[in-house]
Nanobody, 124 residues
Framework: HVQLVESGGGLVQPGGSLRLSCSAS????????MAWFRQAPGKEREGVAG???????KYANSVKGRFTVSKDNARGTLYLQMSNLKPEDSATYYC???????????????????WGQGTQVTVS
């Protein structure tokens, strides 16, 4: 049974930082594609960052240079370090995991098979 549980969201002022975590169980996160997506009210869900089994990363243009995605393979945890946050970063952030290893298909949502429940980030 695969379970992804996000944490670390909250309220932060513009220019501040947050680190989101996604704990994966029942799933070999170190050997699979994982990603962060977000959805703001009234908007479609969008890819924020993706990472593959080789730790190659991809980012949305809107977050490049501000966000960093990483994995702790020993802990089975995915992270998203967010810096210089802007009001437009406010959204529910979702962790996602796919069965692929290196060609993840990010940012296509359909490439990811498992999703967390989301954690709210508010920048205000």
């Amino acid at each position: 049974h695969v379970q992804l549980v996000e944490s670390g969201g909250g309220l932060v002022q513009p220019g501040g930082s947050l680190r989101l975590s996604c704990s994966a169980s029942g799933f070999a996160a170190n050997r699979r594609c994982m990603a962060w997506f977000r959805q703001a009210p009234g908007k479609e869900r969008e890819g924020v960052a993706g990472i593959n089994a080789g730790d190659d990363t991809k980012y949305a243009n809107s977050v490049k240079g501000r966000f960093t995605v990483s994995k702790d393979n020993a802990r089975g945890t995915l992270y998203l370090q967010m810096s210089n946050l802007k009001p437009e970063d406010s959204a529910t952030y979702y962790c996602a995991a796919g069965l692929s290893t290196f060609s993840c298909g990010w940012p296509r949502e359909g490439e990811y098979d498992y999703w967390g429940q989301g954690t709210q980030v508010t920048v205000s």
